[in-house]
């Protein structure tokens, strides 16, 4: 994290604490990509519709700064719904950084089981999103080219997640792709041309040609997820 973000989300923490006082846990920022550092999490002891209401009014300084409106919860909340959001909050766990208090998440492990029903929901969704979209794009060339292109994040997540499931490495995409291969019975390639689509900003592949082999790819996925253990 860059002394100039820092700077800025150490703004957003002066606020948390003038709102919550001790009542502030822990402030974090997660993401990883240099773009994604202004998001933050911030866990609390209590939260009031009147700690709401003082939160909106520093917002527009936040957003005036490109600072994203903090997440806060209560911790007690936060652990408690671990199983209903093992993706979303492993992601913070994963790439956090600790900007106020001491770590929240030094003792907090997302449950295999979780991560795998939702991992499976997730892919379920997506390959239900490529069908309904292809149709929707009526065959016109632009239209799918843009569906594989930005639906292409989405499945590298999914596997990025499955891989750590697995206790493997997610990154770089090759690595991933070998995984995807060797693991979950995906074709290498495939993963590898869609991985590219969602990391490099003008890769050597053709997202129409790739569309029937990305399709059967996330069925595969699925099915793949669907098999995993349970632990």
């Known amino acids: 994290m860059d002394s100039a973000t820092r700077a800025r989300l150490d703004g957003v923490v002066a606020d948390l604490r003038r709102i919550f006082g ?4 822990a402030v974090v920022g997660y993401g990883g990509a240099p773009e994604q550092w202004s998001r933050t999490l911030a866990l609390v002891s209590s939260l009031t519709f009147e700690d709401l209401s003082a939160l909106a009014a520093a917002a527009p300084a936040w957003h005036a700064r490109d600072v994203a409106t903090p997440l806060v919860m209560p911790r007690v909340e936060f652990a408690q719904s671990l199983d209903a959001f093992p993706v979303e909050y492993g992601d913070i766990i994963d790439t956090h950084v600790v900007l106020a208090g001491v770590d929240p998440f030094d003792d907090v492990r997302i449950a295999p089981s979780d ?3 939702a991992l499976e929901a997730r892919a379920a969704s997506h390959l239900i999103h490529l069908r309904e979209n292809f149709i929707e794009a009526a065959a016109r060339p632009a239209a799918v080219d843009a569906l594989v ?9 999914i596997l990025r997640h499955l891989a ?4 493997a490495r997610a990154e770089p995409s090759a690595a991933l792709a070998q995984w995807a291969s060797a693991r979950a019975g995906l074709d290498a390639r495939v993963v590898g041309d869609v991985l590219a689509l ?3 900003a003008a890769p050597a592949v053709d997202p129409l040609r790739l569309f029937p082999e990305y399709l059967s790819t996330v069925v595969s996925l699925l099915h793949a997820i669907d098999r995993w253990p349970a632990s």
């Open 22 to 25: 001790t009542r502030m846990e």
């Open 115 to 117: 991560l795998r029903r």
């Open 149 to 157: 292109r930005e639906s292409a994040p989405n499945f590298h997540a």
């Open 164 to 167: 750590r499931l697995d206790g």
């Open 198 to 200: 969602s990391t490099e």
